[in-house]
């Protein structure tokens, strides 16, 4: 196991932050926060340079997803809301918003690959598909609370995840469902709670593996769970590996990074104040870089140059139930600290693109040790 990573640069945000990307072009960061803001960094070679916040939503923005060629952001909040803006800029430009996209809680958006359409999923048991340019083409009408999508590598689908653990494909041309995984080991009902374990859906690097990444839960209450991934051949739907780590305080996997690489970057949350960075792959026994303890991680993301990740966790001080009363009866809220990490294996920085797609050649022959 490798000694444990440091970063090279942590960012504040003065309130918790939920969900994190860094744009295509590699020059921003943006990060979803509860009190219905996105903050912003822009991305230096060893630091995150703070950028003003883009204020808009109502609440929780938990969706966000850069589109792949053009300057914009997408973002969905807990009341439902969707929009597009621009990034870069001091001041952006809302693009278009859809107020009432779903009835309730948006709970995740993802971009197709080739950024003609997205999809989005909430508590209202909607997956819908829109244009990029927020025109509707599409729902599916489920029974169940759906948590998680991702489009297939070729654009054609979308995969669901719901609140028991089922992995739906979504032909949204057929408008049917017309296959279905189990993932139900993330879910269980204990202690007047019904607990989904999903938190994550993505495609491996070949676009041959589905990765459904979340939990095994032990017990509700204080929920103590163990994190875990499923690796599921998309092909046949055969369940191929079940990497777990760790124990049942360790909590979730939060958010799923993929390296070019091939390897897996997750972040993990688990109780009381329990967080970890763990690099892995699905049929490995364990993580081979297991050693850096974070508090409460929520999003990780990797730099396009492969060389930098940023991890969101939380203040180190939050104490949950347990907080302390300030003077004037209010309650200290958590703030997250955005961590600007090198990855000490990295591919070598190229001079030319030939050099850089003949390293990365070279490392997807190479197992990570």
Known sequence: MNAALKPINVASADCQLISARISPDGTTVAAGGVDGSVRRWKVAEKALEP??????HHAFVGGLAFHP????????????RLRCQTFAEEAPTVVWELEAAHQSWLRQLAISPDGAQLATCGRDKMARLWTAEGKPVAEYQHDDDLFAVTFTPDGSQVVLADLHGHLLVWDYKTKKITRKMDA?????????????????????QDGKLLYAA????????????????????????????KF????????????????????LIGVTSGNPG???????????????????????????AIHPDGQRFIVVSTN??????????????????NTSPVNLFDLPDALPKAKTKADADAALDAALKTKVP
């Not at 777990?244 to 390897?263: M, Q, R, V, W, Y």
């Open 51 to 56: 950028m003003p916040h883009v204020q808009g």
């Open 69 to 80: 060629t053009k300057p914009w952001l997408y973002t969905g909040d807990s009341w439902g």
């Open 184 to 204: 139900t080991a993330t879910y269980k009902a204990d202690r007047l709670q019904e607990i989904c374990g999903l938190r994550v859906l993505a495609f491996s």
């Open 214 to 241: 979340g939990t095994i839960v032990a017990n509700g209450g204080t929920i103590q769970s163990t994190p875990a991934l499923f690796a599921y051949e998309f092909a046949s739907g055969k369940l191929l590996h």
């Open 244 to 263: 777990t780590h760790g124990d049942a305080k360790d909590g979730f996997i939060e958010d799923l990074a993929i390296h070019p690489n091939g390897s």
């Open 274 to 300: 329990t967080g970890k960075i763990i690099r892995f792959k699905p049929e490995d026994k364990d993580a081979f870089d297991s050693a850096t303890p974070l508090a409460n991680c929520q999003a990780v």
């Open 316 to 333: 180190r001080d939050s104490a949950g139930n347990g907080k302390r009363v300030e003077k004037d009866g209010s309650y200290a809220q």
